[in-house]
């Protein structure tokens, strides 16, 4: 049975930093694209950055750039996203993904609000 289940969610002053993970179970993650996407209330949800199979090639959406940082441990199948300098409008559940050829896998998403 496919999963993806992240953790580290929560509440963050703004300019703080959380590190989410993404544990994956049912698939050969190490095969798999794997990407982060948020979605904010009221709005669609966008792609916040993506990570190669082999964890060479990354992007990142504009407004991430220079503030999050996604990466891999394929050894562990989990995915992470260090997100630093964070400001309210990064406020958002935050979702993993997996993506190869016609698979396309998702987890449930933790929720992140930054707040003083």
């Known amino acids: 049975q496919v999963q993806l289940v992240e953790s580290g969610g929560g509440l963050v002053q703004p300019g703080g930093s959380l590190r989410l993970s993404c544990a994956a179970s049912g698939f050969t993650f190490s095969s798999y694209t794997m990407r982060w996407h948020r979605q904010a209330p009221g709005k669609e949800r966008e792609l916040v950055a993506a990570?190669?199979?082999?964890?060479?090639?990354?992007t990142y959406a504009d407004s991430m750039k220079g503030r999050f940082t996604i990466s891999r441990d394929n050894a562990k199948n989990t995915v992470y996203l260090q997100m630093n300098s964070l400001k309210p409008e990064d406020t958002a559940v935050y979702f993993c993904?997996?993506?190869?050829?016609?698979?396309?896998?998702w987890g449930q998403g933790t929720q992140v609000t930054v707040s003083s």
């Open positions: 993904s997996a993506a190869r050829a016609m698979y396309d896998y």
């Open positions: 990570i190669s199979s082999g964890g060479v090639s990354t």
